[in-house]
Nanobody
Framework: QVQLVESGGGLVQAGGSLRLSCAASGRTFSSYSMGWFRQAPGKEREFAAA????????RYTDSVKGRFTISRDNAKNTLYLQMNSLKAEDTAVYYC??????????????????WGQGTQVTVSS
């Protein structure tokens, strides 16, 4: 499996931006499609965005469309999530995850077999 470490979280005012990174090590990063999930206090983990192994396809949950952009750099073994126009409801712990089906952007966490430890994003209103 691949090991994942997120970074880039923090405290930001509503309307601001953050860029999350997820560094991968171990197995070949390009052997996975990748996703970002988030979990707010007292809520279940939810899908935010996913990208195929070659960046050929992406998927977003409706609440982040037009504000978040998922991308990857296979040469750097890194996944990104650019988050703009942040809202208080985006406050959550954000996790990156790896899906061994390279063509898959399914939103269910059951398809992902490696997870990072998470990074906290807090948006103040």
């Amino acid at each position: 499996q691949v090991q994942l470490v997120e970074s880039g979280g923090g405290l930001v005012q509503a309307g601001g931006s953050l860029r999350l990174s997820c560094a991968a090590s171990g197995r070949t990063f390009s052997s996975y499609s990748m996703g970002w999930f988030r979990q707010a206090p007292g809520k279940e983990r939810e899908f935010a965005a996913a990208i195929t192994y070659n960046s050929g396809s992406t998927r977003y949950t409706d609440s982040v469309k037009g504000r978040f952009t998922i991308s990857r750099d296979n040469a750097k073994n890194t996944l990104y999530l650019q988050m703009n126009s942040l809202k208080a409801e985006d406050t959550a712990v954000y996790y990156c995850a790896a899906n061994p089906n390279i063509y898959d952007t399914k939103p269910s966490p059951t398809y992902y077999n490696s997870w990072g430890q998470g990074t906290q994003v807090t948006v103040s209103s």
